[in-house]
């Protein structure tokens, strides 16, 4: 913020600058040019050439005053351009720096949290005598947790390939169905009710990158779960539409504010302040299902659940190119 009214104060200096040197300027020329029409009456005795003498020299008087003018408004126009640019760069920079410090604090409590979760469950299955159903259900979430923190890493590792290396989709054709159903039942065994209904239409194929959309589905969940209350139910949805595969995740959770539906979609974005929030997370799970959305030809969008929550739907073309892979950007 320092940078920036350092900025604004040097901006308002130049210009002050600009109006004193441009009135010294038209003030000097001014002079000149009594200067030269009072020599020019001096000079000469016929009247008739010397008013003519005088009206160019008026003539190239009101040249040079539109001359500066001119310049004048084109250089504050090259002015007010580049201070609105370069502010929204630093804008844009502040933004960047503050979702880059709440995903520091956010990741650095996503990976402590399920690690000192697995080390307590397996502490107590050790240090305990537990009866047989305790102890299955502590092993469930022990690798509930273990999921989680693997789900966490390859969000991350995946968002460090796009930016940097680029990644290669392999796709192949596989029933999106059962993956639905496996990742579901997953998610049901590491909870002590299931939270998670499905109504998944049977056998239906999809060409596409298993671990990624794997990912997808992965990060959708999450998010449904995350901002839902305890007791409220997720709904998985999959079925065909003419020649398109819709997916939806559907919640009954806190929903999105329509301002903040494209937001939620960047790079580190989370609504609110990482260091007050009570919601885990690291603004990296949309936005990394938006890419392979988008790279699966798929269109993805929200809408608000009735009374309350939110319905994240994508829409998968059934007619898409079989390549082996496809690289970001083609």
């Known amino acids: 913020m320092r940078t920036v009214y350092i900025f604004i104060i040097l901006v308002i200096y130049i210009l002050l600058q600009f109006i004193w040197w441009s009135y010294l300027l038209v003030d000097l020329n001014n002079e000149v040019f009594e200067h030269r029409i009072e020599n020019v009456s001096l000079k000469s005795t016929d009247s008739l050439s010397a008013q003519i003498e005088q009206d160019q020299l008026f003539h190239k008087l009101h040249q040079r005053r539109w001359m ?33 410090k709440n995903f520091l604090l956010s990741i650095t409590h996503e990976f402590k949290s399920p690690l000192a979760s697995i080390k307590l469950y397996l502490q107590t299955i050790l240090k305990h005598p537990l009866d047989k159903e305790k ?21 991350t590792l995946l968002a460090n390939r796009v930016d940097h290396e680029g990644y290669s989709f392999s796709k192949e054709e596989f029933n999106f169905s059962a993956l639905l ?16 209904e499905m109504d998944i239409e049977e056998s239906l194929m999809i060409f596409a ?12 969940i999450e998010n449904a779960i995350k901002y839902s209350s305890s007791d409220s139910l997720v709904k998985v949805e999959l079925n065909r539409n003419e020649n398109q595969l819709v997916f939806r995740i559907i919640d009954n959770g806190i929903g999105i504010p ?8 960047r790079k580190f974005y989370r609504i609110g302040n990482e260091e ?15 890419y392979i959305a988008t790279n699966h030809n798929g269109k993805i969008s929200i809408h608000d659940n009735k009374p309350q929550g939110s319905i994240f739907e994508i829409k998968f073309s059934e007619k898409v190119k079989r390549n082996t892979s496809v690289r970001p950007g083609n």
């Open 209 to 220: 990158d298993k671990l990624a959309m794997t990912l997808l589905v992965n990060n959708l």
């Open 258 to 265: 329509f301002s903040e539906k494209e937001n939620v979609f």
């Open 135 to 155: 102890e299955l259900s502590f092993i469930n979430k022990a690798i509930a947790d273990t999921e989680r923190l693997d789900n966490l890493l390859e969000n």
């Open 181 to 196: 159903r496996l990742v579901v039942q997953k998610y049901n065994a590491g909870l002590e009710k299931p939270r998670i």
């Open 276 to 290: 007050t929030r009570k919601t885990k997370g690291t603004g990296l799970g949309l936005f990394l299902v938006k």
């Open 68 to 100: 500066v003018v001119g310049e004048g408004l084109v250089f504050l126009s090259l002015l007010a351009w580049g201070s609105v640019q370069t502010l929204r760069s630093f804008r844009k920079e502040m933004q960047l720096a503050r979702m880059q």
